[in-house]
């Protein structure tokens, strides 16, 4: 079953926006952490935030954990073509589960 | 340079076949994880491994098969009774202090049935 649900499935934007994108997720956890998927490739650790944690900058890129409404948020600044991408949540269980549940992603989609 | 390989890249099968997946990592991590990705979906997970000769099943197990003989090794073996394998595999391990550290994927490889 998938823990982490994202919104919006897909979004697309100009270079230079914004992009926010959302996870919900349904249980306790101890961390929850954001990946990036280029298209036929692995997945890159971008940030992770711990269950204490209410946001976190690493350049470009701002995340937010709202335990009481299970929600986090991924912002990119300033996007470019190069953040084409796929973004996916993955949650931690803090229950004695040693495995990341990841969502559906969300597909971004930067035009120049 | 440390990382995790996946090998082949791509894989076609006959209807069937059992066929095996290729997973290795030198960066010395206890937990490795079989996750598969269908277009367009999140991955879902198969097994995972947190030590040498145990292994658990994820929540997609049926039709697979794994084995966790060295620390570096966790072949996935996809069997003749998984009805779909068409899908993208990702292998991805994970550190010491498991719940803190974030997970390294391998680059993945796409099997199709014939």
């Known amino acids: 079953s998938q823990q982490g649900e994202e919104d919006p499935q897909a979004l697309s934007i100009q270079e230079g926006e914004n992009a926010t994108m959302n996870c919900s997720y349904k249980?306790?956890?101890?961390?929850l952490q954001w990946y990036r998927q280029n298209s036929g490739r692995g997945l890159v650790h971008l940030i992770l935030?711990?269950?204490?944690?209410r946001e976190k900058h690493s350049g470009r890129l701002r995340v937010t954990l709202d335990t009481s409404k299970k929600s986090s948020s991924l912002l990119i600044t300033a996007s470019r073509a190069a953040d084409t991408a796929s973004y996916f949540c993955?949650?931690?269980?803090?229950?004695?589960?040693?495995?990341?549940?990841f969502g559906a992603g969300t597909r971004l989609a930067v035009h120049p | 340079d440390g990382g995790i390989t996946q090998s082949p890249k791509y894989l076609f099968r006959k209807e069937g076949q059992n066929v095996t997946l290729s997973c290795e990592q030198n960066?010395?991590?206890?937990?490795m994880y079989w996750y598969r990705q269908d277009p367009g979906q999140g991955l879902r997970l198969i097994y995972y491994?947190?030590?040498?000769?145990?292994?658990q099943k994820g929540d997609i197990a049926e039709g697979y098969s794994v084995s966790r003989e060295k620390k570096e090794s966790f072949p996935l073996t996809v069997t003749s009774a998984q009805k779909n394998p068409t899908a993208f595999y990702l292998c991805?391990?994970?550190?010491?202090?498991?719940?803190?550290?974030?997970?390294?994927f391998g680059p993945g490889t796409r099997l199709t049935v014939l």
């Open positions: 993955a949650t931690y269980f803090s229950g004695g589960y040693n495995k990341l549940i």
């Open positions: 935030i711990r269950s204490n944690e």
């Open positions: 249980t306790s956890i101890n961390n």
């Open positions: 960066l010395n991590h206890d937990a």
């Open positions: 491994s947190q030590i040498v000769n145990d292994f």
């Open positions: 991805a391990s994970i550190g010491g202090g498991q719940g803190d550290n974030e997970q390294f």
